[in-house]
Each structure stands twice: as structure tokens, then as C-alpha cells.
């Protein structure tokens, strides 16, 4: 998976724009490389960028533990994502959303840009 790292400097907003499959190394690469950016920019929301994704191949099982590499690398709980996907993603996606919820991450799932940014900004 490609990905690019867009700032919003005015509402303080890291945009991460996808392309490809989304695997396990490329979120761990991601992730890591995206809250770095994010800690050195003093930012707490994330829009996710899915939407040009060709599928994603991570097991239930890793996407249930996801939360907890949030955790190893100290992502606070008022941190926010939004995340866009396209609807082939939808249910997985949707599981992901449930369980960063049931970890306490605010994190929630939309399909157009528009929404998850109004959420983000709200």
C-alpha cells in the first residue's frame, strides 16, 4: 500500500490519502510514521483516506488487535479518526470502528470526505 501524509494546518488535521490493499506491515509502517507526524505537529484528528483502496487483507483477528498498537505507542484517548473507505470495505471497516470504540479510541467510519471531516471538525 502507497500512502501520503497531507497537513491541514488550519483545523489541525493529519490527512492520510491510501492506494493499494492494505495489509498489516503497511499499517504498522503507516501508523507509526502518521502518529510521529502527528505528535511533532501537536495535531489529535486524522482523516483517514481509504477511499482509492483496492481491498484490504488483514485478518478479524488483526484487525481486533489493532487497538492495542495504538496503545504500545502511547496514542492518547482524545485522539480522533475518521476514517473513509469505499464499500467494498464497509464490513470490515465497520468491525474496526466497533472495536477501537470498545478500547475507548474515537474513531468512526465514513464513506464521502465531507462527512468524516464535518465529524472531525465537530
Not at 481509504?50 to 496503545?71: C, Q, V
Amino acid at each position: 500500500m502507497k500512502w501520503e501524509l497531507i497537513h491541514n494546518t488550519i483545523d489541525k488535521i493529519l490527512v492520510v490519502k491510501t492506494e493499494g490493499v492494505l495489509d498489516l506491515p503497511s499499517a504498522d509502517r503507516m501508523r507509526a510514521e502518521g502518529w510521529k507526524v502527528l505528535k511533532e505537529h501537536k495535531y489529535l484528528r486524522c482523516l483517514l483516506d481509504h477511499s482509492k483502496a483496492d481491498g484490504i487483507s488483514l485478518s478479524t483477528l488483526e484487525i481486533y488487535d489493532l487497538p492495542k498498537r495504538y496503545k504500545e505507542l502511547n496514542i492518547p484517548y482524545n485522539f480522533r479518526m475518521a476514517v473513509v473507505v469505499p464499500n467494498t470495505m464497509q464490513e470490515d471497516m465497520a468491525f474496526f470502528e466497533t472495536v477501537c470504540r470498545n478500547n475507548g479510541y474515537s474513531v468512526s467510519v465514513f464513506f464521502d470526505h465531507e462527512s468524516a471531516l464535518s465529524w472531525l471538525k465537530s
